[in-house]
């Protein structure tokens, strides 16, 4: 029998005596996206395994020590990766309001030599996905960006980007949901909240949820 | 509930801690919880406690508090200067305070952090499932903030039992803290470093810049060359040695963030976590590559010495 097509693909790697990186490939790819998330899932139901995170190409397991090794646990995510992904569930779609005011806007429409309105109109076209959850509490990654958004990360970072901040960065997009430090573009702001402290889980994304943005002239 | 200690002199950063919120990565927040896990244990298990039951991590500077009822405490991890009313006491042991007597740190001899063990563990909020304090949000353990004085500290179960003071863990099955070389598994992207980084990263000496916190620790030495395109962002561990672009390490620590798409050409392995947190700005340490059978032995070695403890 044949081995199965995608088993080669898969790269294993140690993060220390009780992680491991799989990664199953290594572009920004909606269908590669779902299949991390789908293995995330399914190493979840393993007893050797403790936490999964899933992020843009493939999942980073947090594994019992006393029962797997990078070596067994490895060879049960090839496996598990070889087979053929569930159809998967659309995840929840979120609308979010946007004001397009943000610090950056007027900057980066003259890099990218586009009007306000074609900035605007772009950014909200797409329904984006929510490729990966992390970094800070709530943040997630939002993509793909259009390509005539592209924008490299700003040079030097900010110090304090304001919660809220919509912005853009490569293939990105993605809401700052504390005050921390960012350097990605500013676009604009919103007022949902993206943490939620008084929640569990906190956040108000998860891994394959959907996000559509519209266009708002004031967040009151 | 009877109140326990009340804090007469906060310290420089105290907060309560525990084994974290590992299942919270998915949700972008740390796992947290004490920095130094050996020493966070073992002071628990001198008291009688869970190794899950929460502690008082001290940094640098102790606190000084004021036993407001008989309790059984145990002080470990970096030695601080520990005294009982104004003389010197042991550490890694479990000691008996009597309502009025004082417990305070005189000063550093050696490490970063100081953990002190209430019988029946410290009382907090409880965050996300867990008492650590994770100070970026305000969250978990004394209102999500270090403490300050005129805070009082409860135990958050009454003992049925009597409490047992002097028991003690010896010197030979500690953690070696003044060891400087810290064991590190290669990957996952070791090779994304030119040879001669991948040389320096487990050759040369680093420096513990001043951006060294519970979060990670900025690390000074050469530059880390690296080549390939950037990477799309991952999930992080502690104990990984993050390059950023402009080559310096970073590394993570107990409430990293929890994702990111820098290099990660090394990861310090669980057992030398401990050493690591006991680290300063301006400690040297190195990173010694070992295999996952090492890393097994070593992890082996400091949990038969927690066992030893946990039997009655």
């Known amino acids: ?220 | 509930m009877r109140a326990a200690l009340r804090v007469v002199e906060p310290g420089l950063l105290t907060t309560i801690q525990d084994l974290g919120r590992p299942a919270a990565i998915a949700s972008g927040v740390p796992p947290g919880g004490a920095m130094d896990r050996f020493a966070h244990a073992a002071s628990n298990l001198l008291v009688g406690n869970d190794r899950s039951d929460a502690t008082i991590e001290c940094t640098i500077n102790g606190p000084q508090l004021v036993a407001e009822s008989p309790c059984l405490v145990a002080v470990t991890g970096g030695d601080l200067g520990l005294r009982v009313n104004g003389r010197e006491a042991p550490m890694w042991t479990g000691i008996f305070l009597a309502a009025g007597d004082r417990l305070s740190f005189a000063g550093r001899t050696f490490g970063a952090r100081a953990y002190v063990a209430l019988a029946g563990g410290v009382d907090g909020d409880r965050w996300l499932g867990s008492r650590s304090t994770y100070l970026l949000v305000g969250k978990g353990g004394m209102q999500g903030r270090p403490f300050k004085a005129g805070d009082v500290l409860h135990s958050a179960a009454d003992r049925a039992g009597p409490m047992v003071a002097g028991r003690q863990l010896p010197p030979a099955l500690r953690p070696e803290y003044t060891e400087r070389s810290i064991p590190a598994i290669g990957g996952p992207h070791l090779k994304r470093l030119d040879t001669a980084s991948r040389q320096a990263l487990f050759g040369v000496t680093f420096k513990l810049s001043n951006q060294a916190d519970r979060m990670g620790y900025r690390l000074e030495g050469p530059a880390l060359a690296q080549k390939g395109d950037e990477l799309l962002s991952f999930g992080l561990a502690a104990g990984a040695v993050q390059v950023v672009n402009s080559g310096q390490a970073i590394l993570l620590m107990a409430d990293h963030q929890t994702a990111g798409g820098y290099a990660v050409p090394a990861t310090v392995v669980s057992a030398g976590l401990p050493v690591a947190a006991q680290l300063l700005p301006g400690d040297e340490l190195q990173f010694r590559e070992v295999t996952e059978a090492k890393a097994r032995l070593m992890r082996q070695e400091l949990s038969a010495a927690l066992s030893a403890l946990a039997s009655p």
């Open chain 1, 1 to 220: 029998m044949p081995p199965p097509r995608s088993t080669h693909r898969v790269r294993i790697s140690p993060l220390g005596d009780t992680a491991l990186l799989a990664e199953l490939g290594s572009r920004l790819d909606t269908a590669l996206n779902t299949r991390a998330i789908a293995l995330a899932s399914a190493l979840r139901k393993r007893r050797d395994v403790r936490q999964v995170v899933a992020g843009y190409t493939g999942v980073t397991v947090h594994f019992d020590p006393e029962q797997a090794t990078v070596a067994s646990l490895g060879s049960a995510i090839k496996r598990l990766a070889a087979k053929r992904p569930k159809v998967e569930v659309p995840g929840r779609l979120h609308r979010i309001p946007v004001v397009y005011d943000g610090e950056d806007f007027d900057e980066v429409m003259r890099t990218l030599g586009i009007t306000r309105e074609q900035l605007i109109v772009t950014h909200t076209r797409p329904i984006y996905r929510v490729f990966l959850v992390g970094f800070v509490p709530g943040w997630a990654y939002l993509g793909p960006l259009p390509e005539e958004l592209y924008l490299p990360r700003q040079q030097t970072p900010r110090m304090q980007v304001p919660a809220g901040s919509v912005a853009i960065a490569a293939r990105q997009t993605g809401i700052y949901p504390l005050p921390t430090p960012g350097g990605w573009h500013l676009i604009g702001r919103t007022s949902v909240k993206l943490f939620l402290p008084n929640s569990d889980p906190p956040c108000l994304f998860r891994s394959g949820d959907r996000v559509k943005f519209f266009a708002v002239s004031s967040n009151a």
